[in-house]
Structures are given as structure tokens and as C-alpha cells.
């Protein structure tokens, strides 16, 4: 079964998961051919490897910490914190604490 998606004008909760980050779930929250929203959950420890994204990514860190490296820099995001990566950086995340993130990822059309 395919992945639902939210509908236009449908709200989503994203407030901090607290208790229940430990069991929690990414999920792919909203695409289409321009634009990808996803809650990425991450337990402390994880690390997502060095990859490339075409399009201008946002990282918003709900709750948590996490390390984000990029271009040879590293910086720790904690709840509340968002940044930004130009398209086509080369970038990985690794979980300080059990952590959960909003991304948003521009999508080129190609």
C-alpha cells in the first residue's frame, strides 16, 4: 500500500513526541514535484551517512540533539533550531539524543 500523504489544508501535529520518540516512526509527511516534507525520527546514536540532496534542504529540529556536517563544518541543532544546506551539498546527520526533525527538500524537476 502506498504511503499517504497529507491533503491540502489538513493539519499535522508536530509538536515534540517526548515519551513516545523512542518507538516513533519517519514519515513522509507531503510531496509533490516540487517541494518533500518529511518527520525523520532519529534515537540517539544514529547516523544518517554523508549523502547529496539536488535541491535546497531545511532542517528543523524539533526535539533532540542532533550533529549535521557539511562542507567540512559540523553543527549541533537542538529543539527549536533550524538550518539551511544549499542544493547539492554533501551532508550527514548523527543523533546526539533520541531526536526528531522536520525537513523540507526542494525537488528540481528534471
Excluded: N
Amino acid at each position: 500500500m502506498a504511503l499517504e500523504h497529507l491533503l491540502p489544508m489538513q493539519p499535522v501535529d508536530l509538536s515534540p513526541l517526548e515519551a513516545g520518540l523512542a518507538g516513533a516512526k519517519s514519515v513522509a509527511l507531503f510531496k509533490s514535484e516540487q517541494l518533500e516534507v518529511i518527520r525523520l525520527v532519529l534515537p540517539a546514536g544514529k547516523t544518517l551517512a554523508e549523502h547529496r540532496v539536488d535541491g535546497e534542504i531545511t532542517i528543523q529540529c524539533l526535539e533532540g540533539e542532533v550533529d549535521v556536517e557539511a562542507g567540512g563544518e559540523k553543527t549541533r541543532l537542538r529543539g527549536a533550531q533550524m538550518l539551511y544546506l544549499r542544493g547539492g551539498a554533501s551532508h550527514g546527520v548523527t543523533a546526539v539524543r533520541d531526536a526528531s526533525l522536520l525537513l523540507t527538500v526542494v525537488l528540481h524537476a528534471r
